[in-house]
């Protein structure tokens, strides 16, 4: 819909789905092959003065190498959009060198960087749109397996507005997960509602800014539980993300589920319950905390 969106890839166009685009748009495709740095530098020039607007795509684990790139892009407030995909274990049988698990730690660590983290198909669509539209650096990080769609195309989203997916009177825990956790949450709110356990499921979708007012209201809602999912180190993740949002209140309680540990190649499904983040985990941890 606008030819001033351009496209640049790390050589994962194949893997990413970017060599759409390519065939599309050729004359807006810019392959930067494995060299994440120089990528990033590529797009911070074309997007300077707001020529272009840049996206450029590869694997979350890969940007790391671009921190330096990154940093001082953010320094120079340049507008440009970085997809990571392939995040967490759910990468399965490409191994742990593939596996972005400090992502998020690096981007929120990046001044003024909007952070998107999309569950579904629908909601990455939007992350892409309002990234298009924002100011300053965004991160939109994507996951590996096909996953649920689980908002209709008529949902609307914004930046640091957080949704509610699972939500009762009954509810006695808050759980809130993103991309592929928060499927796992929802498998775990359906088990665990077959044994009259009802908990509550939030999608993040920005990671940064964080809607820290519906954090907060439905954690009072659910007796100040909270349990965070995340497929991340624990880090600088998502636990860490929330358990800051909510320090200064009283009576609300964080437990943190994410990757401890360097983890290995497996099935997807696999991965997510040996380290510690899937559904079976979630019903385990809001067990526990009901019982303390």
Do not use: W
Request: net charge negative.
């Amino acid at each position: 819909a606008n030819n001033r969106v351009i496209v640049l890839d790390g050589d994962t166009k194949n893997s990413t789905f970017s060599e759409i685009f390519k065939k599309e748009h050729p004359e807006r495709f810019i392959e930067c092959f494995i060299a994440e740095q120089n990528m990033v530098s590529v797009a911070l020039g074309c997007a300077t003065r707001g020529r272009t607007i840049a996206f450029a795509s590869t694997f979350a684990a890969f940007l790391t190498r671009a921190f330096d790139q990154i940093r001082m892009g953010a320094i120079a407030q340049i507008n440009i959009n970085l997809i990571g995909s392939h995040c967490g274990v759910s990468v399965g049988e490409d191994g742990p060198s593939q596996m972005a698990l400090e992502d998020l730690a690096m981007f929120r660590a990046v001044p003024n960087c909007t952070i998107f983290y999309p569950s579904d198909a629908v909601s990455t669509e939007h992350a892409i749109y309002l990234a298009a539209n924002t100011k300053g650096m965004c991160f939109i990080r994507t996951s590996r397996p096909e996953t649920a769609v689980l908002y209709t195309p008529q949902e609307t989203f914004k930046i640091g507005q957080a949704k509610v997916v699972r939500q009762s009177v009954n509810d006695k825990v808050t759980v809130i997960g993103a991309g592929i956790t928060l499927h796992e949450a929802l498998v775990a709110a359906d088990d665990l509602s077959k044994q009259d356990i009802f908990i509550r499921v939030i999608d993040l979708f920005t990671i940064k800014p964080l809607d820290v007012a519906t954090i907060i209201s439905n954690a009072r809602a659910t007796g100040g539980r909270i349990i965070t999912v995340e497929d991340h180190y624990p880090e600088g993740g998502i636990g860490e993300a929330v358990s800051a949002a909510v320090s200064m209140e009283p009576d609300i309680l964080v437990h943190q589920l994410a990757v401890m540990g360097v983890p290995r190649s497996g099935r997807p499904s696999e991965l997510l319950d040996t380290f510690g983040i899937s559904a079976r985990h979630i019903i385990v941890s809001v067990k526990c905390m009901l019982m303390n």
